[in-house]
């Protein structure tokens, strides 16, 4: 599904990924961890060809397609989603606008209206969010919290079939932590995607299952395993895993 081959990636002048290699099998959840800083939220917007980023060397394949050239808008097209660490606002844009545009641009289809509002409304009500929400411009005037909700939305409108979550859970109360992460929960049991969550908290792991876990260190993966390296994280932090400025391969 997803197959990053030996990236490196500059930003400003300053190479922020170095020779990184990552590969996602199609309906896997593959959870990204590390310390900050490292390059995790660089991953994420390069993978939507942000153009502050560019790419000085290395592959992205997305279902064996090279994507490397492919505009964002051509991505998302192609089923990749990111819900952003901070969600940004679109001022002048309301929800259902920019839902019914790229859900009809998607399909090549005009949306049936009534079915759409119908739809909306209904995970309003599943997201505890107000229905008033389908016409309030795209994260204005909202709380961290109802904009990771507001993505979530966007998200069941849209149903992406890989989803990259930046640290979804931070900004999150404890209710609104199990809402959103109940409703991922149910959205990858109903269509099984493809998830990349970068996160640094393990308690998101309940809801969705990592098959790996990568730790990702001086621009590329430094040691990937099961779930259970979780626990290892948790109890020792991430400096575990270097010895003396030195990567432990294993
Ligand atoms: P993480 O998400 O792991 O905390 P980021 O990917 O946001 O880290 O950033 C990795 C490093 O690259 C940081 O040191 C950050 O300051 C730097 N960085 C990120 N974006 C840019 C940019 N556009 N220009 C220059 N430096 C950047
Ligand atoms: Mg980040």
Redesign the pocket.
Known sequence: MLKIENLTVV??K?T?LDNFNLTINKGEICALM?P???????ICKVLLNDP??QIKKGNIYYNDTLINKVKTEDRAKMGIFLLNQTPITIPGVTNSEMLRLALSSKTNEAVDILKFHKELKSICEKLDIPTAFIHRNINEDMSGGERKKNELLHLWMLKPNFIILDEVDSGLDVDSFKIVLKSLKEYYQKYNPTILIITHNTKVFKYLKPHTINI?SDGHIIKSGDISLAKVIDEEGYETFKIKGKTIYE
Not at 36 to 42: C, I, M, P, R
């Open positions: 930003a400003n300053k922020i590390g900050n800083g490292v390059g995790k939220s660089t502050n980023y990702l």
